[in-house]
């Protein structure tokens, strides 16, 4: 099983649509958690940092289920400027800091 | 945003050259990292700084050597590279390596072509 696995996509949605993405990870002592964006031939950009109680910003909820070792992006009313890849990122293995990155579900939306 | 920069923004460079990519960042952060990013792969991990400290070589080959005089700046030296060591190189830094203050911001990239 891979460190860090997400569904490479792509998700294809028309505007306003609502649109969810897991990731799921092996090490069950990962302490941090993040979604990040990353547009096309550009640098990832950190989205938000995601909490165990979940967390809200905007139009993005991210949300950890530990038990089933998973993190989820919800991305709602979606905009053409939503679209990019979306990466996940898992710290920590056994208190380590080194970052994991999945490899990026990739969004498109249209008009 | 000029959080963090690199330079150059692309490099060709054939087999025999020695060129040097450089990073900076501007944020006040204690940790730097380099990562390779290869068409349809995952980033990589490269190297690690904190404090100037090298914490992390992600079993990179020596070909590629890092520097880091302070915490503000660091080096990817390349030497004899192969042309499937053409990718983008990113600079990240973070406040922290762990904690709560570890999320990583990243510098543009380099864009490197090996011929």
């Known amino acids: 099983r891979k460190e860090v696995e997400q569904d490479p996509g792509p998700f294809n949605v028309p505007e306003g649509a609502t649109v969810a993405f897991n990731c799921t990870y092996s090490n069950s002592a990962s302490q941090s958690f993040f979604w990040y964006r990353q547009d096309c031939r550009k640098e990832p950009k950190l989205l938000m940092s995601?909490?165990?109680s979940g967390n809200e910003d905007g139009r993005f909820t991210a949300q950890l289920n530990r038990a089933s070792q998973y993190i989820s992006l919800l991305i709602r009313d979606s905009k053409l400027s939503d679209s990019a890849t979306y990466l996940c990122?898992?710290?920590?293995?056994?208190?380590?800091?080194?970052?994991?990155f999945g490899r990026g579900t990739s969004l498109i939306v249209h008009p | 945003e000029t959080g963090v920069t690199q330079t150059p923004r692309h490099l060709v460079m054939g087999m025999t050259n020695k060129k040097s990519l450089k990073c900076e960042q501007h944020?006040?952060?204690?940790?730097m990292y380099w990562y390779k990013q290869s068409a349809k792969k995952p980033l990589e991990l490269m190297f690690v700084?904190?404090?100037?400290?090298?914490?992390e070589n992600n079993s990179v080959p020596s070909r590629f050597s890092p520097e880091c005089p302070n915490s503000s700046h660091l080096f990817l030296h390349l030497h004899t590279l192969q042309p499937e060591d053409s990718a983008l190189y990113l600079c990240?830094?973070?406040?922290?390596?762990?904690?709560?203050?570890?999320?990583?911001?990243f510098g543009p990239g380099t864009r490197l072509t090996v011929t």
């Open positions: 700084y904190n404090f100037k400290e090298q914490t």
């Open positions: 990122v898992v710290k920590g293995r056994g208190g380590s800091y080194i970052p994991t």
């Open positions: 944020l006040g952060h204690n940790a």
């Open positions: 995601v909490y165990s």
């Open positions: 990240a830094s973070s406040q922290l390596l762990a904690g709560d203050l570890n999320e990583q911001y």
